[in-house]
């Protein structure tokens, strides 16, 4: 079945980075777009950024738009979002998902916090 | 970017009602308007996308209308376990906006 599970979240300081990894199986990877959505505690959703299934076309939030970079591994059946410069806003639970335009299957997410 | 609004925030409601939640496009956006779940401390489930269209294994009660700007999620008869917070997304442009949540209280 279908399966994502995000890792590499933690707490970092302000300015810091930080790489989330999200490692899928139960389909075919490459055949996919990806997305990442995120949850600061009590808020509710924000998209981020997504990915076409050969990496060739990639979007993202206003909010993360040149400190963030989506990525993909096809041979390793991974995603990557790499988060630079990071801000206390950005603190959230960040959660893989599969497909573009809509979500069916998603992850369990991983928190980041940002906070010195 | 496009911003989608759900109307209300949130609401209070009995088992067996009939629910009710909007959602307003800041532009159209044709029918590129999907519907999620979330129970706290859950991933986001997927109810409805293209605006109407059941994903596989959501119960029937829940149905989407609209298209261009508005949009409505019902829920014929409120179960137990649908008391959560529901949220609206565009897919027409990138990026791929959420409404701010509609939590079903009891």
């Known amino acids: 079945q279908v399966q994502l599970v995000e890792s590499g979240g933690g707490l970092v300081k302000p300015g810091g980075s930080l790489r989330l990894s999200c490692e899928v199986s139960g389909f075919t990877f490459s055949d996919y777009y990806m997305t990442w959505v995120r949850q600061a505690p009590g808020k509710g959703l924000e998209w981020v950024a997504c990915?076409?299934?050969?990496?060739?076309?990639?979007h993202y939030a206003d909010s993360v738009k040149g400190r963030f970079t989506i990525s993909r591994d096809n041979a390793n059946n991974s995603l990557f979002l790499q988060m630079n410069t990071l801000r206390a806003e950005d603190t959230a639970v960040y959660y893989c998902?599969?497909?573009?335009?809509?979500?069916?299957?998603w992850g369990q997410g991983t928190l980041v916090t940002v906070s010195s | 970017d496009i911003q989608m609004t759900q109307s209300p925030s949130s609401l209070s409601a009995s088992v067996g009602d009939r629910v009710t939640i909007s959602c307003r496009a800041s532009?159209?956006?044709?029918?590129?308007l999907n519907w999620y779940q979330q129970k706290p401390g859950k991933a986001p489930k997927l109810l409805i996308y293209?605006?109407?269209t059941l994903q596989s294994g959501v119960p029937s009660r829940f149905s989407g209308s609209g298209s261009g700007t508005d949009f409505t999620l019902t829920i014929s008869s409120l179960q137990p376990e649908d008391f959560a917070t529901y949220y609206c997304?565009?897919?027409?442009?990138?990026?791929?906006?959420f409404g701010q949540g509609t939590k079903v209280e009891i």
């Open positions: 293209s605006a109407s």
């Open positions: 997304q565009q897919s027409y442009s990138a990026p791929y906006t």
């Open positions: 998902a599969r497909d573009g335009q809509w979500l069916i299957y």
């Open positions: 990915i076409s299934g050969r990496g060739g076309n990639i």
């Open positions: 532009q159209t956006i044709t029918f590129y």
